[in-house]
């Protein structure tokens, strides 16, 4: 069974136990969403075509991760003008499991769900508030390991590419931090953040 869903002004194709990159969803990673949005449902040599929609139909799947996709480069030039412009865009995407599909007619079509992701709480680490975790999340940045593996110029670029005034923080000691909260070193760490304000060494 196989169905074609609409989200985010696109539409695909997905069939159970597929994973499919659609435009982002507001939900957390490891959460389920309904789309209830089916244009069409195919099963076999059947196809039930919605007017606009399946009534009673919809796909049922599971939030694995948001991130950004490659950049998009935008230039403008007029001749003769002397007018140039250049600007560039990543757009957010959620990746979503299709974990079931319900034609509306009783027939459904399931999919076992991969096992959640682990999930580290970053606002552990001085100099991290929820918003900051929510921005290395989106950017696959979910535990202390993949933190502390994490070059803080990278941290920066990630919080300055998401807005705001995340490019402000100082990350330097954030991957130290998350090394030892990966390895369970707790009262090390305890050590090194009572010696940090907002991320820095007093």
Known sequence: MYAVIKTGG?????????????????ADVGSEVVIDQVLMVGTGDSVTIGKPIVAGANVRATIL????ADKVHIYKHRRRKHYKKQAGHRQ???????SGIDNGAGQVATAEAPKAAVVDDLTRIEG????????????????????????PDKIT????????RFGMARPATWP??????AAGQWDEFKKLTDELVG???K
Do not use: C
């Open 65 to 68: 991760g948001h991130g950004r």
């Open 176 to 181: 130290q931090q998350a090394a030892l909260a």
């Open 10 to 26: 696109k539409q695909y194709r997905v069939s159970a136990g597929a994973k499919v990159r659609v435009e982002q969803l507001p």
């Open 92 to 98: 957010w995407f959620s990746e979503i499991f299709v």
């Open 128 to 151: 991290i508030g929820p918003k900051i975790a929510e921005v290395l999340a989106k950017n696959g940045v979910t535990t202390f390991a993949q933190l502390a593996e994490t070059d």
């Open 199 to 201: 991320g820095v060494k």
């Open 157 to 164: 670029e990630m919080l300055k590419a998401s807005g705001g």
